[in-house]
C-alpha cells in the first residue's frame, strides 16, 4: 500500500480534527474537553481517509473534500462514545484509555456524542464544493447514522442478532458497513459523481465494512468467529473482500484502494 498516500490523508485530517472544539470560554468547554478527548484519541482515520481517496479517484479535490472527512469521523466518534455506555456494550476501555463516560460521567458523555453527531453535518456543510454536493454529502450520512445505518443495526446488535449468521449479518451491515459505505460515497459525491458511481462508492465500502467486520471477529474471538468457526470466518472475510475489490473495477486508479483492502482484511490489529 502507498503508505506515503494514506500518512498524508491522515495527517491533514489530525490537523483538522485538531482545530475543533478549542475551548472558548463560555461555559460549555467541559463539554468540548469531552468531544475531543474521543475524536483526538487517535486510531486508523480509515473512513476519512476512504472519503478522501473517493473524492481523488472520482476527480475531486481532496482537500475541498476535507469537512467532509472530517464529518464522517465526528459520527464515528459519536457512535462508539453511545457505543461504550453502559446501556449499550458497558466497555471501560477504548484505544487502549478509559472510555469517555469513565472519565466524564454518563451525561456528559451523552451530551458529548449528540454535539459530535449534529456536527459532523455543521462540518459537512462547510466544505467548499457545490450546494448540491453538500445535499447529498449529508443525505448519506443521515442514510448511515440512522435506521438503515448505525442506530438500526446496534438495535439488532442488542437484540439477539448474534443468534444467528443471518441475523448478526444484518446488524453489521447497520452498525459498521453503513458507515464505511457512507464515507467512500460521499468522498464520490463531494467530487461531483454522478449516482451510479455514487452507488458504485458506496457497495464498495459496505463490502469491505463486512470484510473488516469478519476480520475483526476474526481477531477478537467474538461474533461471526463463534457462530462460524475460523476457517468459515476466514471464507467470509475473502467472500467480501473479493467483492469489494470486484466494486472497484468501474474507477480508474484504484491501486491505493486495492491494497488498502487487502491490508484491512488481513490485518494482525
Do not use: W
Not at 75 to 84: K, M, N, P, V
Not at 87 to 93: P, R, S, T
Not at 108 to 127: H, I, M, P
Request: negative net charge.
Amino acid at each position: 500500500m502507498n503508505t506515503e498516500r494514506y500518512d498524508a490523508y491522515k495527517d491533514g485530517v489530525e490537523r483538522a480534527l485538531m482545530s475543533c472544539f478549542a475551548p472558548a470560554g463560555d461555559g460549555a468547554d467541559g463539554l468540548r474537553e469531552a468531544m475531543r478527548y474521543s475524536l483526538l484519541a487517535g486510531g486508523k482515520r480509515i473512513r476519512p481517509v476512504l472519503c478522501l481517496e473517493f473524492a481523488r479517484v472520482c476527480g475531486g479535490d481532496p482537500e475541498k473534500a476535507l469537512p467532509v472527512a472530517c464529518g464522517v469521523e465526528m459520527l464515528h466518534t459519536y457512535s462508539l462514545i453511545h457505543d461504550d455506555m453502559p446501556c449499550m456494550d458497558n466497555d471501560d476501555m477504548r484505544r487502549g484509555r478509559p472510555t469517555n463516560h469513565k472519565v466524564f460521567g454518563e451525561t456528559t458523555a451523552v451530551l458529548a456524542g449528540d454535539c459530535l453527531q449534529a456536527e459532523a453535518f455543521a462540518a459537512v456543510c462547510s466544505a467548499e464544493v457545490g450546494e448540491a454536493e453538500r445535499f447529498r454529502c449529508c443525505a448519506i450520512l443521515a442514510r448511515a447514522a440512522g435506521l438503515p445505518g448505525i442506530c438500526g443495526g446496534q438495535f439488532m446488535d442488542l437484540n439477539g442478532a448474534a443468534a444467528s449468521a443471518e441475523a448478526l449479518t444484518a446488524a453489521d451491515l447497520g452498525k459498521t458497513a453503513s458507515l464505511m459505505g457512507a464515507a467512500c460515497a460521499m468522498g464520490a459525491a463531494a467530487a461531483g459523481a454522478d449516482e451510479n458511481t455514487v452507488a458504485a462508492a458506496e457497495g464498495f465500502g459496505m463490502a469491505l465494512g463486512m470484510a473488516f467486520q469478519c476480520r475483526d471477529d476474526m481477531l477478537d474471538h467474538d461474533g461471526f468467529y463463534d457462530l462460524l468457526g475460523e476457517e468459515k470466518c476466514a471464507a467470509l472475510t475473502r467472500m467480501y473482500t473479493d467483492k469489494a475489490l470486484e466494486l472497484l473495477g468501474c474507477f480508474e486508479d484504484t491501486t491505493f484502494l486495492r491494497a488498502l483492502t487487502e491490508e484491512l482484511s488481513g490485518r494482525e490489529s
